[in-house]
C-alpha cells in the first residue's frame, strides 16, 4: 500500500497540483481523442450524402467504445497510483 495518498504533498499536507496535472493530461488527451474520433462519420457522411442513420449509428458506437477506453484507462491507472 502506499505511504501517502496520491496526489497530497507528504511534507506540506497539501493537494500536490503538479501531480494532478502532471496525470491530468493523458486523459484530457484520451478523452480529446475521443471526441475528434466521434465527429469524424458526421463530416464522412456529409461529404458523402449517405443515410444519415448509418453514421449516427457509428458515432453512437464510437462513443460507447470510446467510453469505455476512458473508464479503463481511469481504473487502470488509479490501481497504478494506489500501489495494489
Not at 504533498?9 to 475528434?36: C, I, M, N, Y
Not at 481511469?74 to 497504478?80: D, F, N
Request: glycine share 10%; net charge neutral; aromatic share 8%.
Amino acid at each position: 500500500m502506499a505511504s501517502s495518498p496520491p496526489f497530497v504533498d507528504p511534507d506540506a499536507k497539501t493537494v500536490d497540483f503538479r501531480q494532478l496535472l502532471h496525470e491530468s493530461v493523458p486523459l484530457f488527451v484520451l478523452v480529446g481523442l475521443v471526441g475528434v474520433l466521434t465527429w469524424l462519420p458526421l463530416f464522412v457522411g456529409g461529404g458523402l450524402g449517405a443515410t444519415p442513420l448509418l453514421f449516427t449509428l457509428v458515432r453512437q458506437l464510437l462513443l460507447a467504445v470510446g467510453s469505455a477506453l476512458v473508464l479503463l484507462y481511469v481504473i487502470a491507472r488509479g490501481i497504478q497510483l494506489a500501489g495494489v
